[in-house]
């Protein structure tokens, strides 16, 4: 007779203890993503400002945007490495030094009055940006067992959608509120002022980050190192991106939809402002932001639940039809009517990147890791789009310029329609 097996019945307090470690790192690096929105947002009135400052025009004043998304490109696979070797905790840690460096930097960039140095400090934070994207997404995901993941996903991506719609309110505070359609020249130290005026907020999301950081260095990180791949050496060299077409599709998706995304909040402002359409301060226009950004907070909880109901790839066609339907008002109306018409493509870019995310990997299998990796590189769109449609600005007009996002819009109603969803 074989006897029985006595298992050791957990430690009641040991389980306890192990929640409430989880529950903690689990609300700390939530509040990343907090942070992840309102820098990202942050960059929308930071192109108008230096504009301004440096007497720009609209295609050097988007490298700001360039500069920010183009780190996602050259960082998130050092990224990715740096994680596998350190662990999640001194990743962390890292990334936030690095986002307090680039934040701190712009005082010496105001002082010394280059643009290039601010463009420098802000690769240094997008850099750090990158590093603590890269680790919260999967950490978040393995962290508290996979029963709950969504539900910690959701969570997290309500608190970036949370940073996304107070950015504007906030950082309107360092614009001008004078009219910049009255043609008003200001003198040289009233530029110098509007230079320093970006230090209040950059210095506020420094202090965030030491703080965050700090929280993190004296904390014993739960599953602090990520899983290891499972693939072989002859598995990995066997995928070859070309053999999923639908991956192929949804990488160029996912590249338009963050470049419409952010090229339309790059120039907001200026559109809004000029006196064919909302006729205001820069102030008064980098508030609206917040309805562009909030409507797609709103639109990811609607969405949420409507994608439950309704096939994904049927909703993301209807998401981006009305889009792309709502830019062509822009490009052909003014007055309020064109102002409120891209404003409301917000509530429309709400479900599309992980709609597309989940259509071009549905039959990805054992490869999911090596194509979240290729996707991730794909938001490099909000580094290259945005210059494209700033030059058209510069040399045709600001409305035939919206033909460019019109354009990433048509492409993800065809992808909605060529890649279905098989659930």
Known sequence: MVSAVKFPQPNQHNVVQNQQSHTFAIGVVSTLFFLFGFITC??????????????????????????FFGAYFLISIPASKLISKYGYKLSFIIGLGLTTLGCLSFFISADYMFYTFFLGGLFILASGIVILQVAANPYLTILGGPEKASSRLIFAQGLNSLGTTLAP???????????????IVKTQEELIKAAHAVEIPYLGLAAFAILIAVALA????????????????????????????S??????????????????????????SSSEIGNM??????????????????????????TTKVKPHKVLFVHAIAAALLVTVTVFATGHLAMYSIIAVGFFNSIMFPTIFVLCTQSIGKYMEKASGIICVAIVGGALIPPLQAFVVDHINIHISYIVPLICYLYI???????KSKV
């Open 413 to 419: 109603a065809f992808f909605a329609l060529k890649v």
């Open 247 to 272: 991956l192929v599709l949804g990488v160029i998706g996912i590249f338009v939809y963050v470049g419409a995304e952010v090229s339309i909040g790059s120039i907001m402002v200026n559109f809004i």
């Open 42 to 67: 942050l960059n929308d009135i930071l192109v108008p400002h230096l504009k301004e400052v440096f007497n720009l025009t609209n295609t050097e004043a988007s490298m700001v945007q360039f500069t």
């Open 218 to 245: 004296f904390y014993k990180f739960p599953a602090n190192k990520p899983a290891k791949s499972t693939l072989t050496s002859h598995e990995e060299s066997q995928f070859k991106l070309f053999d999923y077409p």
């Open 281 to 306: 301060s820069h102030q008064k226009a980098a508030q609206l932001l917040t309805y562009y950004w909030g409507g797609a907070m709103v639109g990811r909880f609607i969405g949420a639940f409507v």
């Open 169 to 183: 309110l906030l950082g309107s505070r360092i614009l001008s509120d004078t009219n910049p359609a009255e043609g």
